[in-house]
Each structure stands twice: as structure tokens, then as C-alpha cells.
């Protein structure tokens, strides 16, 4: 049982890791606190905020209702300062999960933006979430501005069922990338982080985005891997007797196959 909240935040922005995604962006932008998704491998679940609370990570969502007005003030603020304004959304939780049907909260981010779009540099949605077909109509009015991250961290539902139960399935997610891809928006697929995948993995993306990014958990937790650690999310590939793919540098004969399809990759762990 999820317990849903409704909160006032007194920030919305968040000033970035200098280190994140290569230091392109300048803020992150967390709609919601938790996740009902509940990834067993989700870097959130070791941060403060979520380790001291009674609930499990996966069983509750704080819902911002004041963020579409927070963001218009400090959007400004930011550039009063001469603050470049670019933002990643979200770091910590899905802007999409399945209480974002009912809120429209990322939905009214987005509008905010739009209202102030010359003030803003860049936008990457990160998601894993179909649900976000639904705002393809401002996607495309951020034009280059924006690109849609759908996160694909293995093409095997097997593994998927695993690692993330509660999240969608990869299908669903592939059809949104494509949906989202066709209509003009530019996208990518994160395969971050990597999880066990097949040999087709490559092929399977180009058929639905012109960008990919590749990540594992030894760079993508944020602590080079001692999260991932303490999570002991190595049970679960011993429990799959697919324990070779979490060797770090694994990633790498994934990066082989997809530099065949893409040329380039953005590849987290080579920042």
C-alpha cells in the first residue's frame, strides 16, 4: 500500500553535482519525494532522507503542490544571478509514475517553463514511464531544447521482473520512446543502469531513438558502487547465475555493440 501526501516544498531547484552527466546541467527538478516504483537497485534508497523514514522506499510519495509556482520564482532568481538554467528532471524519483496521471504536477512544470522558455537552456526528462506520451504537445514546443530520456536498463523482462517489478514493462517503454521519437521530439535510451541484456539490445533502440546513453553501478550510484554494495543487489545476479555481468567493465562489450548502431554513446562511467 502506497501513502500518498500532499506537501508545500520550500525549494524546487536544486543546484547540480558538477560531476552529472558530464556537468551539463546547472539544476535538478524533483516533482515528487519517493517513488512507487520502487527499484531494488534505486541509489535513493541509501540517501538520508530515504533510509531514516519508516516507510520503504517504494511505499510512499510526497507530492510538491506548490512546484509549478516555486519554479517560476526561481527560474528568475537564477537568472538574476547569471545562472545558466539547465535542468534534469528527475534524479530522484519519476516525474511520471502513476500519481502523475491524477496531479498533472509535472505536467504544470513543464507549462512554467514554457512560460519563461527563453530563460531556459536545456531540459532532460528522465523517466521509465509510458505516461509520458501525454505531454508530447509540450514537448515539442521546448523544440531542441528538451530531449526525453526513457530508461531501458535491459531488454530482458525476466530480468526487468527482478530488478523492478512494479515498474513498466520493457515493451510498453519501447513503444513509448518510439511514439515519442516519430513525433519529432528528440529522445534517448538510458540503459542505466545496465542490467543483463541480450544481443539484440543494440538493434532494439535504434528502432526507437537516434541517441543512447550506458551506465552501470559503479559509477552510477553516486559512490562508485559502495551503495549498489550495501543494497547487496550482487544476490540478484547470483540468483540469475548472471553474476559475470556485474564485473565492472561488463559494460563495456554492451558500448561495442552499440557504438555499431549509433556511432556515438554517451557512456557515463568515461566522463
Same mark, same amino acid.
Given at each position: 500500500m502506497?501513502?500518498?501526501? &500532499?506537501?508545500?516544498s520550500?525549494?524546487?531547484? =536544486?543546484?547540480?553535482n !558538477? ?10 527538478l524533483?516533482p $515528487?519525494v519517493?517513488? *512507487?516504483f !520502487?527499484?531494488?537497485y534505486? $541509489?535513493?534508497?541509501?540517501m538520508?532522507?530515504a533510509? $531514516?523514514?519508516? +516507510? &520503504?522506499?517504494?511505499?510512499y510519495?510526497?507530492i510538491k503542490?506548490?512546484a +509549478?509556482?516555486? @519554479?517560476e520564482? &526561481? ?7 547569471? =545562472?545558466?538554467v539547465s535542468?534534469f528532471?528527475?534524479?530522484a524519483t519519476?516525474? $511520471?509514475?502513476?500519481?502523475e ?7 504544470s512544470l513543464?507549462?512554467?517553463? @514554457? ?11 528522465h =523517466? ?6 501525454r505531454?508530447?504537445d ?10 526525453v ?12 521482473k527482478?530488478?523492478?517489478?512494479? +515498474?513498466p514493462?520493457?515493451?510498453?517503454? @519501447? +513503444?513509448?520512446?518510439?511514439?515519442i521519437t ?13 542490467l543483463?541484456?541480450?544481443k539484440?539490445i543494440a538493434r532494439?533502440?535504434r528502432g526507437?531513438?537516434?541517441? #543512447?546513453?550506458?551506465?552501470d553501478?559503479f559509477? !552510477?550510484? !553516486? ?5 549498489? &554494495?550495501r543494497m547487496n543487489?550482487?544476490?540478484? /545476479?547470483?540468483q ?5 555481468w556485474?564485473e565492472?567493465?561488463a /559494460?563495456?562489450?554492451?558500448l #561495442? ?7 556515438e *554513446?554517451d557512456?557515463f562511467n568515461?566522463?
Amino acid at each position: 500500500m502506497v501513502e500518498f501526501k &500532499e506537501i508545500t516544498s520550500r525549494t524546487i531547484l =536544486t543546484l547540480a553535482n !558538477g560531476s552529472m552527466d558530464g556537468s551539463r546541467f546547472t539544476f535538478t527538478l524533483n516533482p $515528487y519525494v519517493g517513488c *512507487v516504483f !520502487g527499484c531494488k537497485y534505486c $541509489y535513493v534508497r541509501e540517501m538520508p532522507a530515504a533510509k $531514516y523514514r519508516e +516507510a &520503504e522506499w517504494g511505499e510512499y510519495v510526497d507530492i510538491k503542490t506548490n512546484a +509549478a509556482q516555486l @519554479l517560476e520564482k &526561481e527560474i528568475q532568481k537564477a537568472r538574476k544571478k547569471g =545562472t545558466s538554467v539547465s535542468i534534469f528532471m528527475s534524479t530522484a524519483t519519476d516525474p $511520471y509514475q502513476g500519481v502523475e496521471a491524477k496531479t498533472g504536477l509535472t505536467r504544470s512544470l513543464l507549462e512554467a517553463m @514554457l512560460s519563461q522558455k527563453n530563460e531556459i537552456d536545456y531540459l532532460m526528462i528522465h =523517466t521509465r514511464s509510458p505516461l509520458a506520451k501525454r505531454d508530447i504537445d509540450l514537448f515539442l514546443e521546448f523544440e531542441q531544447k528538451i530531449i526525453v530520456s526513457m530508461t531501458i536498463e535491459t531488454d530482458l523482462e525476466k530480468v526487468r521482473k527482478v530488478f523492478t517489478p512494479s +515498474a513498466p514493462p520493457i515493451p510498453a517503454r @519501447l +513503444a513509448t520512446l518510439r511514439e515519442i521519437t516519430e513525433a519529432g521530439v528528440p529522445t534517448r535510451a538510458s540503459i542505466s543502469p545496465m542490467l543483463p541484456l541480450s544481443k539484440h539490445i543494440a538493434r532494439t533502440l535504434r528502432g526507437v531513438t537516434n541517441h #543512447v546513453a550506458l551506465d552501470d553501478f559503479f559509477m !552510477g550510484d !553516486g559512490s562508485r558502487g559502495r551503495r549498489t &554494495e550495501r543494497m547487496n543487489i550482487k544476490k540478484l /545476479y547470483e540468483q540469475l547465475n548472471l553474476l559475470q555481468w556485474f564485473e565492472r567493465g561488463a /559494460y563495456k562489450k554492451v558500448l #561495442v555493440l552499440l557504438k555499431e548502431e549509433f556511432g556515438e *554513446v554517451d557512456v557515463f562511467n568515461e566522463i
